[in-house]
């Protein structure tokens, strides 16, 4: 694509003369609509509020026309601008769309086909406008035609449906492959951070995989463009852990260390707020209360409850965290820690690991659902790629042989003698350490095991 139309401003163009009579001559626009254009054009803004006050829908069905009837490039550039400028100097203009007099018009299909077609200019502009007007309809009725009134006309407009189907494709597409080098995501970003207020457009984001595409962005930021694009990314993640699909998305992901590295290393009180909204949902789902004791978070928000926060929320939600935390850590039994440990794979030399009492009192937990905790455990030794959580793994297998009467046998059935002789060759101490002691302890069982001691 050529920069210079990558960074078109609405001003510049703006500035253009349009031959509209040529295109009331060719059809392209009726009488009626080159009156309202001869009036509205090169206008002052109080002049233009006073004509859309007085006839706004009819505005609309002149510029709507044209970007479907109009194909050429600068034209369209023009009345994307004519919109942007409209919506922008009053965004709740943006319901003239929905103008009972357009029932019969198709009012999203030109921004719809536009964000496909055009150069960057016309993409932005047509997603930026598609956001606002999509989000101005009345949401009564979903699956209904484009300005939200089902039409008695036989020409087919475009559905609802449809229509965000399209607009979070194009965003999930922003994503993974910008049109703009530096302006693609920003405005992706932006437009998600409205539109994903609505249940069914979270609903679409997680059927794009689109959930996965906001985890890179969620990271420390320092100027003022990516702190916004910061905050705006975890809006996004704010109202996706309202939906219960997304959380189950954000569980497989590093969505929480990463929110806890923003919130340690920002100063921006609405980032810290929309992280901390978020983690607090994010409490009470499913494994997110065990991962955040396992990774400091009681800490965390001790240390940010003592900075001068003015936003009553942030306080409020700093006070739910701490309280719901102390709540999870009185429930959880160390078993039950050790074992979102192993089902999370971020095995770590906690305490629990080398207490003799924790393997005596527990050791029949790992018989609980056909072993699930030991297999999984044993995987971790074929799919990690951390030194430290391999190390864990082999040491912990050695306990379970050492405390568990049939262990050796269990752990041999398992077929885990082959996957830790394989780590007896690892380029990492501390794994090769553990791997011996647990093929020891295989071979020379718990009669010999208080001679074996890490």
Request: some cysteine.
């Amino acid at each position: 694509m050529p920069m210079d139309h990558a960074e078109l401003t609405t001003e510049q163009v703006l500035k253009r003369d349009i031959p509209w009579e040529t295109y009331m001559t060719t059809k392209l626009i009726t009488g009626t609509g080159l009156q309202l254009l001869r009036r509205y054009d090169n206008r002052s803004e109080s002049q233009r509020a006073v004509l859309l006050d007085d006839d706004g829908p009819a505005y609309v069905r002149v510029f709507v026309s044209i970007l479907r009837d109009i194909f050429k490039e600068e034209t369209v550039e023009y009345v994307l601008a004519l919109i942007d400028e409209m919506l922008t100097a009053n965004p709740k203009r943006a319901r003239l769309f929905h103008d009972k007099s357009l029932e019969n018009e198709d009012t999203y299909e030109p921004f719809l086909r536009l964000l496909w077609k055009g150069n960057w200019f016309i993409q932005e502009k047509s997603c930026k406008i598609l956001t606002m007007i999509v989000s101005a309809r009345r949401k009564n009725q979903e699956s209904v035609h484009a300005n939200g009134e089902a039409s008695k006309s036989k020409q087919q407009l475009t559905t609802i449906d449809y229509v965000l189907k399209g607009l979070v494709d194009w965003l999930c597409a922003q994503l993974k492959k910008p049109s703009h080098p530096s302006r693609g995501i920003p405005t992706a970003i932006n437009c998600l951070a409205t539109l994903l207020k609505e249940h069914v457009v979270r609903s679409l984001f997680v059927e794009a995989d689109g959930v996965k595409l906001l985890i890179p962005l969620i990271s420390p930021a320092s100027t003022q463009q990516s702190i916004q694009l910061l905050y705006e990314t975890c809006l996004c993640v704010w109202l996706l852990s309202y939906y219960d699909l997304a959380i189950e998305y954000l569980a497989t992901s590093r969505a929480l260390p990463r929110l806890i590295d923003v919130v340690k290393g920002s100063t921006k009180e609405k980032v810290v707020r929309v992280v901390v909204l978020t983690i607090r949902n994010l409490l009470p789902k499913g494994t997110f209360g065990a991962q955040m004791v396992d990774v400091g978070l009681p800490q965390i928000v001790q240390s940010l409850k003592a900075q001068a926060w003015s936003d009553e929320d942030l306080l409020e939600a700093l006070n739910q965290l701490e309280e719901g935390m102390k709540d999870n850590i009185k429930k959880m039994s160390s078993f039950d820690k050790y074992k979102q440990e192993v089902l999370l794979g971020h095995l770590d030399w906690s305490p629990m690991h080398k207490d003799p009492m924790f393997w005596r009192e527990n050791i029949t937990k790992f018989e609980e659902n056909d072993f699930q905790t030991l297999r999984v455990l044993i995987t971790i030794l074929d799919t990690s790629g951390d030194p430290r959580a391999l190390a864990v793994a082999c040491f912990d297998l050695s306990q379970f042989i050492q405390h568990h009467p049939a262990g050796r046998v269990i752990v041999t059935d398992l077929k885990a003698k082959e996957r830790v002789m394989r780590l007896m060759n690892h380029e990492n101490a501390e794994v090769t350490k553990s791997a011996l002691l647990c093929i020891q302890r295989l071979f020379l069982g718990a009669k010999y095991a208080s001679f074996l001691q890490a």
